[in-house]
């Protein structure tokens, strides 16, 4: 059966939703401070993905001085492999061309096989490697694309 989904701004009373899933993501997930920082922050964008009201995914970038920083994403496992994440993707780029953002960047685990393919597909090429990138010793790929 097709369900529908929803995409819509992030808001504050969203936190609780989306930190619990934060935590089944991620190795290392970001602490709840970050999402209430990044979501009073002006240059921060965020998105969130609603099916049938339930919280199934987020995004969240920033942008500074021309350069626009893809800083989370993550899609639950029963709606990976639908577009909701190269969707949340387009959004983000449309919103740093609306900015002035013409160059975007972001890190990835190196063994991240999945979202690294998704981001290929996007135009983004991986541009160095980070030693010791995440806190628990895990190197980053940079990757980074001209918007236009
Ligand atoms: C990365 C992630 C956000 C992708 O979300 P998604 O909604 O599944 O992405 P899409 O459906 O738009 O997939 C786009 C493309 O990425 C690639 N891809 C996505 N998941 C993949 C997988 N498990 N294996 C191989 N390629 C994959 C495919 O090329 C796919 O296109 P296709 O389905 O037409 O073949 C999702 O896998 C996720 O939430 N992972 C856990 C959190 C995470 O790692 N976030 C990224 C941190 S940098």
């Known amino acids: 059966m097709l369900r529908e989904i929803t995409i819509r701004q992030m808001h504050f009373d969203d936190i609780d939703n ?17 999402f209430e920082h990044d979501l009073v922050a002006k240059k921060t964008i965020a998105f969130i993905v609603e099916c049938e009201k339930e ?30 994440g190269t969707e949340l993707m387009h959004r983000l780029e449309r919103i740093a061309l609306d900015r002035d953002c013409t160059y975007a960047y972001l890190e990835v685990r190196t063994d991240n096989t999945a979202a690294i393919k998704m981001y290929e597909n996007l135009g983004y090429a991986i541009s160095h490697r980070q030693r010791l990138y995440y806190i628990n010793g895990d ?10």
């Open 55 to 84: 919280v199934v995914g987020y995004s969240l970038a920033s942008c500074n001085d021309g350069k626009f920083h893809i800083t989370n994403i993550a899609v639950t496992k029963e709606c990976q492999r639908k577009g909701i």
């Open 18 to 34: 989306v930190y619990a899933l934060e935590v089944r993501f991620f190795p290392n997930p970001w602490p709840r401070s970050f």
């Open 139 to 148: 190197d980053a790929y940079v990757m980074n694309k001209e918007l236009r």
